[in-house]
């Protein structure tokens, strides 16, 4: 039976008609009057209020997608459940961003689209139901239109195409029907959704809906934005972590051509809370970026050490391993069972201790923003992960009310976390108030590596007991690392969240369990990295049970399904639960290992590595062959296979899978952020060097399992698991395990 619609929620379905004769079907927020809101509130154009669906009399369907398109492909996966319900081709769709959808109501702050954000692989998730509800309520209006059109019964009706089509072969498009629809209430229920086996859209390979304008320079982008009178900023920020300005003298910037005026910019008091700006900083303003950032170069400016002047990776490596030995002051994760007696009559006993760098983010369009604060309102266009945060970091810093502030979303280049963060929104605001005019704030590639959220740095200590019948008889993952909670205002987090998940492989696996975390203090920034928590544990963990087998002389991959047991599900309390199927990891794990040739002896001198991980409610293997000719690293061939529930859009996941496995081996291979003196050392690509082509593999094998389940997202599953996997591989090529990352660099210093 489908849920009633409860007219107390804070957002329901409404329908209205254009001025145009469109049918504009969207989301009304509800009130303690709901009912007398009139239904031109649902607005005439997608630009502004933007109802989810649009038929125009020509049969032309406008959708609008609603979260935050940052590679991901939302923009086509999202429009496309609509699409489905609604029963249009896809060719007759056209894709338009939805902007930020903020309003009040008398229950609170609301959002008319539903949650726009991005992050944590949800957006397919926690629209599923919802936006195909929308397209469904668009196909019964125009059902119910036909119906009264030819005065036959609706159940007698079918759609196809865009047309409402009778038994005896008569049809009307939608958009001949759009005007009557209109006039026509919303069933008490929602209606019925397909069944899959109709699916048309659904699971089919689908283009990205914007192909075309990103490969042809049309798609616009943050960066892309404009504003009449708006004035170009960049920042110098002060390089030392909660360093300070000493001296400035901005006399040659000033007579810069095209420089207007420079601005001090004041960072945030060592240890409170994060609010806007990340660092001291002084803005440029100008009326090009070539001008600012001549004004910016012309600077000549003295920086004062701050409280981490001392901070450096080496001792924070040291102090890690320090507590870890010491063991003391740790804060109990996860305990299972108990420890000593399996540790007393364990046959093998196995240990080891994995190093995790600081990592940026380095997204392809580093951050910024276009702010036109006015006397009453605001305007922001940038590209965003977190357009509530914006919207309440803009309402904080000017007074602003949030129902004022508008905020037009685009095309992001890539956001991995990063754009979570809204600090360079806040520089901007802070930057215009001062000017009192429009501002584009610009990052450069230095300023984005930097002044960035990093990745936390760690030390993770394992250590595991087996029987004489090698099974695993206790399990131990000690953690020692700087804690990802940096500067919370007002939200308490676990202080080991982002590094440790109590839920996590093997627990509920293994009966005698200790997860324990112990903080590492650092002035670095820390944020949320691509798959959060996952890729910060899953290498040791994943490489630890390649350590066990070897150890032990049992197959890897034998050895991790003897681990997953029958198929079961497990409570899982992080996200992605509430459940961890133990079959469906035990699956992925066995397609990847039979479509790579697992267990076949070789005599090539090449060496093949397997790994599998649960993220966000999806499941991942990969499996790598590599070789070493020298210095050089040779990946002969890259798999991944995934499960992650009923897929939406398979193109768009296999591309997902590919983007992901790319990244992750560069990251693995020789990505590190490291701090000297309370100074970032990396400051372009040169530093931080990215996976150049010839370092790829050719191809990336993608095997997407097909799946009834609930869909799961694909944003960030394909990452957690294909670094211990390339570990894994070298160490079959070249029996040289390597326990810190990146691989490379300590790969060259064993061989």
């Known amino acids: ?139 019964w209006l125009l059902v119910q239109a036909a119906a009264r059109e030819w005065n036959v019964p609706a159940d007698q009706l079918h759609t196809e195409a865009g047309q409402v089509i009778a038994a005896d072969g008569r049809k009307l498009t939608y958009g001949a029907l759009a005007r009557s629809a209109a006039a026509i209430d919303l069933p008490a229920t929602p209606p019925p959704l397909k069944s899959a086996e109709r699916f048309h859209i659904i699971g089919r390979p689908t283009r990205v809906a914007d192909a075309r304008d990103i490969v042809t320079g049309r798609s616009e982008y943050g960066i892309d934005a404009y504003a009449a009178g708006a ?57 090009n970026t070539w001008a600012a950032i001549q004004g910016r170069n012309a600077l000549k400016v003295t920086w004062k050490q701050g409280p981490w002047s001392k901070e450096s990776t080496g001792a924070l490596a040291a102090k890690a391993n320090d507590l870890l030995d010491r063991n003391e002051d740790g804060v109990v994760v996860r305990r299972d069972g108990e420890m000593e007696k399996p540790k007393k009559q364990a046959r093998y006993k196995v240990q080891a201790r994995y190093e995790m760098p600081f990592l940026a983010h380095a997204t392809m369009e580093p951050p910024g923003a276009l702010i036109d604060l006015r006397q009453d309102s605001a305007l922001l266009v940038a590209s965003l992960q977190s357009p509530d945060g914006a919207s309440q970091m803009i309402s904080s810093l000017t007074g602003i009310p949030r129902r004022a502030i508008e905020i037009r979303m685009t095309r992001a280049g890539g956001g991995f976390g990063r754009r979570l963060e809204n600090d360079f929104v806040g520089e901007a605001v ?199 000719e020298g210095r050089e690293l040779r990946i002969h061939r890259a798999l991944v296979v995934v499960d992650i529930g009923r897929v939406v859009n398979p193109l768009g996941v296999e591309a997902q899978m590919m983007g992901g496995t790319i990244d992750a081996i560069s990251t693995a291979l020789h990505l590190a952020i490291t701090v000297k003196d309370g100074e970032v050392q990396q400051k372009n690509f040169p530093d931080y060097p990215l996976l150049k082509m010839a370092g790829a593999p050719q191809s990336v094998d993608v095997h997407i399992v097909e799946s009834t389940a609930e869909p799961s997202g694909a944003g960030e599953i394909g990452v957690p698991s294909a670094a211990p996997a390339l570990a894994n591989a070298i160490y079959a090529a070249t029996t040289v395990r390597v326990r810190k990352l990146p691989l490379m660099p300590e790969l060259m210093r064993k061989l």
């Not at 399904?561 to 459940?579: A, C, D, K, T, V």
């Open 1 to 139: 039976m489908s849920d009633p619609i409860d007219r107390g929620r804070r957002r329901f379905l409404a329908v209205s008609l254009s001025a145009s004769g469109a049918l504009l079907v969207g989301i009304r927020i509800a009130s303690a009057n709901a009912d007398d809101v009139p239904a031109a509130l649902l607005g005439d154009d997608l630009t502004q209020l933007g109802p989810f669906v649009r038929i125009e009399r020509d049969n032309r369907v406008v959708i609008g997608a609603r979260g935050c398109e940052i590679g991901q492909g939302v923009m086509t996966a999202l429009p496309m459940l609509i699409a489905e319900e609604l029963d249009v081709d896809w060719s007759q769709v056209r894709v338009i961003q939805l902007p930020y959808g903020y309003v009040e109501t008398d229950q609170g702050a609301s959002n008319r689209y539903g949650d726009q954000g991005a992050g944590g692989s949800t957006s397919v998730r926690d629209a599923w139901k919802e936006l195909r509800e929308a397209g469904a309520s668009a196909r």
């Open 430 to 628: 802070l930057v215009a108030k001062a000017a009192g005019k429009p501002v584009k704030l610009i990052w450069t590639r230095e300023d984005d590596l930097q002044h960035d959220f990093y990745r936390p740095f760690g030390v993770h200590a394992l250590a595991a007991t087996l029987d004489r019948k090698k099974k695993v008889t206790s399990w131990s993952h000690w953690c020692a690392a700087t804690p990802r909670p940096y500067r919370e205002n007002g939200r308490k987090r676990r202080i080991f969240d982002g590094c440790l998940e109590p839920d996590d492989f093997p627990a509920g696996l293994v009966a005698n369990l200790d997860k324990t975390f112990f903080s590492v203090p650092s002035g670095m920034p820390r944020g949320w990295w691509r798959a959060p928590i996952h890729t910060f544990h899953a290498f040791s963990v994943q490489s630890f049970v390649d350590e066990i087998a070897v150890a032990t002389k049992q197959d890897a991959v034998k050895l991790r399904l003897e681990m997953l047991g029958e198929p079961r599900l497990i409570p899982y309390s992080g996200h992605g639960g509430p459940n961890f199927d133990t079959g469906r990891l035990a699956n992925v794990l066995r397609l990847c290992a039979e479509r790579v040739g697992w267990g076949v002896k070789r005599d090539d001198g090449h060496g093949i590595g397997i790994a599998c991980h649960f993220t966000f409610g999806g499941y991942s293997a990969h499996a790598f062959e590599v070789s070493v």
């Open 231 to 287: 004035l170009i900023a960049v920042m110098l920020r002060c390089p030392y972590l909660d360093g300070t300005l000493d001296t400035l003298d901005d006399s040659d910037a000033r007579r810069v051509a095209g420089v207007r005026d420079v601005i001090h910019v004041p960072g945030p008091k060592p240890d409170e809370p994060f609010k806007a700006q990340l660092a001291d900083g002084i803005a440029v303003l100008a009326d």
